[in-house]
């Protein structure tokens, strides 16, 4: 697999420079308008942890290379509940409006790519063997490190100007991401046998995971340009604990 997590790597360097992550890095913005994406992001992320569930993990399993996708999937089915979190200390909580009034939000056009960016990746998975499960989960991760490390230097920069700490956003997310059982894995996918069959499946795959991504980055960054001057700013709420 050494060939495919190289590949990766390349299509990573590649996303880190798409508009999106520019738009994150640009410092005549301040951090918290920098976040203003965030709501648009909500029906993906609150269904990861269902893709991490239900999708990804087989229990039980005789298979070593499934046993490391639900490895994986075990520490990144509960991530939510940080996003949520964040989401009121950032302020978007603040709007009250109607249930009606949020799923019309939730189902809108402005979120359509996040809404099927799950069910896509549901379908590449399911169609994949154990082995190309491994490539494919990796290059989300790859996905989200991009982003993470961005939002994470906004997170620390809100955190000393008002001392809010933003866990999904911050630190706290990143350092499970970066440290969970992928991570240790690398070595052994390195050394995954893989046909030419097989790898080219699993570029074919990657390839997808990168273009569906990117599309989603699309769509976050529409919706923060169309939502980033509003009249009315959205404040920061320290009503959350801050215990970890």
Known sequence: ??????????????????????????????????????????PFIMSFGDLNRYVMRQQPTSDQYQAMVNEHSIEDDHHWPWYLEDFIKLGFDCEKISPTEYLEFFYSDCTAVNRLLSHKLAHLIYASSSIVRLAIIEAIEETGNVLFELIGKLAQQIEEETGIELRYCGEFHFSKESGHAMTKDHLIMAQIEMDEELRAEAIEKVNLVFTWFTQWTEELLAYANLNLYRTAPRQLSSTLGQTK
């Open 1 to 42: 697999m050494k060939a495919t997590l190289r590949h990766i790597l390349n299509l990573k360097k590649e996303y880190g420079n798409l508009p999106f992550f520019d738009f994150l890095r640009d410092e005549t913005l301040s951090a918290r308008q920098r976040l203003e994406f965030y709501p648009c992001m909500a």
